[in-house]
C-alpha cells in the first residue's frame, strides 16, 4: 500500500502557506506499510499567534475527512509559541475524544526540541526523530 492509497489526499488538499508558515503533503520518506488513515505533513517556518489558527483548521479538516494518525515532520520550523503549540495540545484532545488514532511530531528543530521539553509537552505529545519511529509508537 503506497501513499496513493489513502483516503484519496493530494497536496492540494493540504498545501497551504499562511505568514511565516509553509504546511505541505509530505511525499516523500513515505514507509510502505503507511496506513490508510494517516497524513504526514511537513511544516516550515513558524507557528505563531498569525498561523496557528490557520494550522489548526487544516488538521481539523484532515481528521474530519478520517485521517486519524496525523504525523508532523518539524525538522524546518525556526519557531513555536504557545498558541502553536496549543493546535498540537488541541488535535490530540479531539483525537482522545473520537477514540482512536493520535498525533506525533518527528525530527523537531533544536528550537522545537528545547521548547517541548521545557514546557513539559514531550510528556503528552509523542515526538522521535523519524516518521518511522513515530508510526511504531502510535501505531503499537
Known amino acids: 500500500m503506497g501513499a496513493d492509497d489513502s483516503l484519496d489526499l493530494d497536496g492540494e488538499d493540504v498545501d497551504f502557506s499562511v505568514n511565516e508558515l509553509n504546511v505541505n ?3 516523500e520518506d513515505i514507509p510502505i506499510d503507511f496506513p490508510k488513515d494517516a497524513v504526514a505533513l511537513k511544516i516550515s517556518g513558524e507557528i505563531n499567534l498569525y498561523s496557528a489558527h490557520a494550522l489548526k483548521e487544516k488538521i481539523f479538516d484532515l481528521i474530519d475527512k478520517g485521517f486519524v494518525y496525523i504525523f508532523v ?3 524546518n520550523i525556526r ?3 504557545s498558541s502553536g503549540l496549543a493546535v498540537f495540545m488541541s488535535t490530540h484532545a479531539k483525537l482522545v475524544k473520537i477514540g482512536k ?3 506525533a511530531m518527528f525530527s523537531p528543530s533544536s528550537q ?3 521548547i517541548l521539553e521545557l514546557t513539559k509537552l514531550k510528556s503528552l505529545i ?3 526523530g523519524t516518521l518511522k519511529d513515530a ?3 502510535l501505531l503499537n
Open 25 to 27: 503533503l509530505q511525499k
Open 101 to 103: 488514532g493520535g498525533i
Open 126 to 128: 509523542r515526538v522521535t
Open 73 to 75: 515532520n518539524m525538522e
Open 112 to 114: 522545537v526540541n528545547k
Open 135 to 137: 508510526m511504531n509508537i
Open 79 to 81: 519557531y513555536i509559541d
